[in-house]
Every structure is written in C-alpha cells, then in structure tokens.
C-alpha cells in the first residue's frame, strides 16, 4: 500500500495536474478521482474524454485545468480514439528514440454513461485488441451533466429524472466484463481511498496492453446529498459493501485490505447506512432495499468463489 509520504516525495505526485478554479460542483467525486490518478501518472499523459461532466468542467481554452494535453471525444469514441493516439505515440516511438514519445501514457477518463452504455463497443474492441491505454470510468451512477439520466450502472433502487420511482434494473458490473476480455489489468477504486488510486495507476503505468480502472466518484447533486459528505458516502459504499474494492492483475484477484474482511458478511456496515444518507433512496421500500442487498451478496459470492478457485488451482 502506498504512502503519502511517497507521494509528497514523488516529483510528480506532490504536484496538482488538474488545477483548481475549475467549474466543478463543490464536493465532485469527479475532481478527486482525476486528480490522484494524475498524480501517478504525470504531466506525460494524453487524456482522452468523452462527452461528460469532466468534458465541461475542464473549461474553455485559455483557462483549461488540465496541465497536460487532453483531447475532448465524442461519446461513443473514447476508447477507439484513444487506441489511435497510443498508436501514434508508438510510431513516433519508433521513429524517435529517446524522446519523449516513449514516455508517454494515453489515458481515458469517461462516465458511467459514456462507458457501460455509449462507449461499451469501442471499449469492448480495444480491450479485444488488448490496445496500450488505461480506460477508466468515473462512476457518479448517471447521467449527471444533462441532468441526472440513469444509465446502466445507476443502482436498483435509486431515483433519477428517468426512473422517478426508483430503477427497476441493477447495477451493470462493468469491471466483471471487462475481466472477461482477459486483459492484463482491471481495478476498481473509490474516492475515499486517494492512496489506492495513485498504487493503482502507477501499477497501470507499468502494465503494457489494456488497463480498465473503475472509480466511484459520488455527486452531490446527482445523489442528492450535502456536498461535504462525498469522502463519507464512497467510505460507507466500501464500508457497507456496496462498491468492493479489488484488482485483477492477469486473471489473478486480490481484495484491497479494507474489503477482504468483507468477505464475511457479518463485517459488513448495514445497507441502510449509505442509502439513508442520500435523497435519490428516498422512500425505497423494503421489497427493493431487500432485493439490493441480495444483490450485493450474490457479487459477493462470486469473489468468493474465484477467490477460493485461485487457491485451488
Ligand atoms: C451522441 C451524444 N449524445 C448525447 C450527448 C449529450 N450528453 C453530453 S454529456 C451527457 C451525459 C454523460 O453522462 P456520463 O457519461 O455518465 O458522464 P457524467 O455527465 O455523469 O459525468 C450527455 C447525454 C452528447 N454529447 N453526444
Ligand atoms: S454534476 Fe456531479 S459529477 Fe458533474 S461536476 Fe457536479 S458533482 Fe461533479
Ligand atoms: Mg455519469
């Protein structure tokens, strides 16, 4: 696990990339997310982002946040542009040994919606093709910047401008699918572990080929809830269970220390904990809540399950 010592030390780390007086909301999950992944990675990046509430917030040249180049993409074509531009930087590589071409990292930051809807099938084809970028999906759970549309990974349960009764379907398990393409890296993060994000991007740095990393990155006024409480709410998502936090390094799946006790669910904080705090669960039944956590419990099975069949093999 890494140390904020090693970060104050690391050149890098210890500077800002996505530099503040961005147009943010107060309390973005968003802006902590990109912001420690940064840190890892550097000023030798290439950020690619489709259209998003990060595709805004970066703002409007000369006053952009990011201090380093960044592309902003089409929805559906995240991960396929991305491809493009690490091949380039591959040719130029080539063509110019020792530059800085070889040193670089091309680097997705897209939604939930521009990710597990509109970008699946560029991002399906890149993993397919095990393309040299690290995708990753800041996950606020809709579609936020047009004004809270659910996506598929809005939870069951949970209230947004199209599902103003509570979505009737459950989450997508996005990191799930893209650990089926058997690419060499998939890791899922929350905001409120800002030092597991820096080890698990400067591990995705290392990794040749295709890195997918999924971030809960909560959102004040999507979730509806007071902006100082964003660190609070993505602790108990991990506390109660709600979001596990793991890596699968060429197939192999190891938990991070805070979710490995999870595994017995008698450790795991109540469900009710992290729903009553957030106004988009208002009302939710106890049919729905019950379905949630059996919900829950069945993706915890499953880590068990490839859990015990790695010590088996
Ligand atoms: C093809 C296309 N359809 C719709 C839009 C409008 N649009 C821009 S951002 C956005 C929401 C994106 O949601 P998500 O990917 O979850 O990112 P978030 O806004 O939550 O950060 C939509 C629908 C667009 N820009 N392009
Ligand atoms: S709407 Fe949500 S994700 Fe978008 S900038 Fe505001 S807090 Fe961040
Ligand atoms: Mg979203």
New binding site residues.
Partial sequence: MAKIKEVIEDEIGCQEWFLPGNSCCAGCG?EIALRWAMKALGPNTALVT??????VVIGLWPKTAPNFPFTNM???AGAAAATGISEAFKAKAERFPGKVWEKMTTLVF??????TD?GIQALSGAAERNSNIIYTC?D?E?????GI?R?SSTPHGAKTTTTVLGKERYKKNLPAIMAAHEIPYVATCSISEPLDIYEKYKKAKSIEGCKYIHILAP?PPGWNYPSEKTVELARLAVKTGVWPLYEIENGVMTLHKKSKSLLNPEKRLPLIDYLSKQKRFAGMSEKTMIELQEHIDRDWKAIANKLKSQEED
């Fill in positions: 968003l489709p259209a998003s509430c990060l595709n089409a929805f559906a897209a939604g939930d919606g521009g990710t509109i800041y606020n809709a579609y936020m910047n047009t549309q996506s959102c």
